[in-house]
């Protein structure tokens, strides 16, 4: 029996889902939004953990190494996501985090199934028609340290609070700002929030 672990923030998709998923007989399937993941993976310990990478909170950033800890007495489960092409930026951070399986949400449902029983196996699993965002994943354009600066800057932070939480000087995070903003092609900073929200860089 597959120990399955549901994690998305829309209540009605996440129950019904759940349900969809219930059916299958070599299945154990319990839900849950984001905020509660990490707590209810400690508990579960489940052997995969099928997560939908919109997040309602922390700016549509999902947490998902809170997800996979890693410590002596747990063995992490393995993950597979939910995602899509246009959102490229999610699709590296799932890389970085480890996740074996890639589930495009516009495909059929049985392929989560299939998904959720290769990952089980520890095998990657791959939807076809998220390659164009694999694709856009390797060729982001902000460093980390501009990540940073900018997710700040998406919270309301001023350029003083910046450099005081990054320990850097107020004309190094006006250097950064204006790289991000030429990097994406924005207009402002605030432009330069809204398309990397969009592409999921933040």
């Keep these: 029996m597959i120990r399955v672990l549901l994690v998305h923030d829309a209540c009605l998709v996440r129950s019904v889902l759940a349900e969809w998923l219930r ?80 589930v495009d949400k516009a495909g059929a449902p049985d392929q989560l199934v299939q998904g959720i029983r290769r990952v089980a196996e520890g095998k990657r699993f791959v939807h076809d028609s998220l390659g164009f965002g694999f694709l856009k994943a390797a060729e982001m354009p902000l460093t980390r340290r501009e990540l940073s600066v900018l997710s700040l800057a998406a919270e309301g932070a001023s350029v003083a609070e910046i450099a005081g939480s990054l320990h850097l000087s107020h004309g190094t995070v006006r250097n950064y700002m204006a790289a991000i903003t030429r990097k994406t092609g924005a207009r402002n900073r605030i432009d330069a929030i809204r398309i990397s929200q969009g592409e999921g860089w933040l």
């Design 23 to 102: 059916r299958e007989p070599d299945l154990t399937v319990e839900d849950t939004p984001w905020r509660s993941a990490p707590h209810r993976v400690r508990s579960l310990r489940p052997d995969v953990c099928a997560a939908d990478l919109d997040c309602a909170e922390a700016y549509g950033v999902p947490p998902l190494g809170d997800l996979c800890p890693r410590t002596p007495d747990h063995t992490p489960p393995r993950l597979l996501v939910l995602a899509t092409a246009n959102r490229p930026g999610l699709l590296k951070r799932a890389i970085e985090a480890g996740a074996l399986g890639y």
